[in-house]
């Protein structure tokens, strides 16, 4: 039972690339977020979702797109990547609104 | 608008003494609250959680206080260990969305 994979652990991205995020959660998990963290604050939410098919913006969610077209996946994708997206990602998946278990994070830098 | 504070970036206790983490929060909408614990290099993982109509919930070592007329709830661990040290946060949500809100975190430090 893996849990929340994150795929990859690190990237360095030029500024102007794409990349997409890969978060895979095998326990069936309705819910499914990403979050960013930067240094010295706490998570915010960029994108979550309440099923397949169904994506919802958080409170960051410019500059990223998301979709869910199955239960297992939730992929992040950046467009034309900038510095300020440079953070530490996690997603997270729950069976009720209330809790998360996150993945391990993927560390992007953006240059 | 920082809508959940942690105001103690960082706290160093003695292994063997009581760490005390403090979180405050403005929305008296929030009714259920949580605590993470994260490791370096690894994702939070849940510790301990409280609902709004409790003001107290334990669970081995660790004990979690709610004051809803002070809008204040505190973490405590006793007794601290070395491989308690990590960042904690704390986290809030309301009834009517499917968001939690996050604070800043502090970092704890066990020293043997």
């Known amino acids: 039972n893996a849990g929340v994979t994150q795929t990859p652990k690190f990237r360095i991205l030029k500024i102007g690339q794409s990349m997409t995020l890969q978060c895979t959660q095998d326990?069936?998990?309705?819910?499914m977020y990403w979050y960013r963290q930067d240094p010295g604050m706490g998570l915010k939410l960029i994108y979550y979702?309440?099923?397949?098919?169904?994506?919802d913006k958080g409170e960051v969610p410019n500059g990223y797109n998301v979709s869910r077209s199955t239960t297992e996946d939730f992929p992040l994708r950046l467009e034309l990547a900038a510095p300020s997206q440079t953070s530490v990602y996690f997603c997270?998946?729950?069976?009720?609104?209330?809790?998360?278990?996150f993945g391990q994070g993927t560390r992007l830098t953006v240059v | 608008d920082q809508q959940v504070k942690q105001n103690s970036p960082s706290l160093s206790v003695q292994e063997g003494r009581i760490s005390i983490l403090n979180c405050d929060y403005t929305?008296?909408?929030?009714?259920?609250f949580l605590w993470y614990k994260k490791y370096p290099a690894e994702g939070p993982t849940f510790l301990i959680s409280?609902?709004?109509?409790?003001d107290k919930n334990e669970d081995g070592r660790f004990t979690v206080f709610l004051n809803k007329s002070a809008k204040h709830l505190s973490l405590h661990i006793v007794p601290s260990q070395p491989g308690d040290s990590a960042v904690y946060f704390c986290?809030?949500?309301?009834?009517?969305?499917?968001?939690?809100?996050f604070g800043t975190g502090t970092l704890l430090a066990v020293q043997p």
């Open positions: 997270a998946s729950s069976s009720q609104y209330r809790d998360r278990l």
């Open positions: 929305n008296s909408m929030f009714d259920y």
């Open positions: 986290a809030a949500s309301d009834g009517a969305t499917n968001k939690l809100i």
């Open positions: 326990m069936n998990h309705n819910y």
């Open positions: 409280i609902s709004s109509i409790k």
């Open positions: 979702s309440v099923g397949a098919g169904i994506t």
